[in-house]
């Protein structure tokens, strides 16, 4: 049973940081590209970012560049979410997400795998 369960959401002030984390299980995930998505009450879904296989290579969403950072560690089974000088209009329910065709989209539709996401509120 494949299962994607993230943890160390929180409610904190602006410009305070939080790490994110996705433990994966039930597959081999070290050849599947991995992403992080938010959504707020209202809104659609919107992806954060994404990280290849090696995590070599990463991609931000402009509005967390510069201030989050995403890696992953395989042999942990493990993707992370840095978030540092968070603001308000970060406050979201996050998940992580698994894409066994690697090929490092930005479009939900093409993760095969989700978690059950992870609130984080930031309050001014």
């Known amino acids: 049973q494949v299962q994607l369960v993230e943890s160390g959401g929180g409610s904190v002030q602006a410009g305070d940081s939080l790490r994110l984390s996705c433990v994966l299980s039930g597959r081999t995930f070290t050849t599947y590209a991995l992403g992080w998505f938010r959504q707020s009450p209202g809104k659609d879904r919107e992806f954060v970012a994404n990280?290849?296989?090696?995590?070599?290579?990463?991609h931000y969403a402009d509005s967390v560049k510069g201030r989050f950072t995403i890696s992953r560690d395989n042999g942990k089974n493990t993707v992370y979410l840095q978030m540092n000088s968070l603001k308000p209009e970060d406050t979201a329910v996050y998940y992580c997400?698994?894409?066994?065709?690697?090929?490092?989209?930005?479009?939900?539709?093409?993760?095969?795998?989700w978690g059950q996401g992870t609130q984080v509120t930031v309050s001014s």
């Open positions: 990280i290849n296989w090696s995590g070599s290579l990463t």
């Open positions: 997400a698994a894409d066994r065709s690697a090929a490092r989209t930005i479009l939900d539709q093409n993760y095969d795998y």
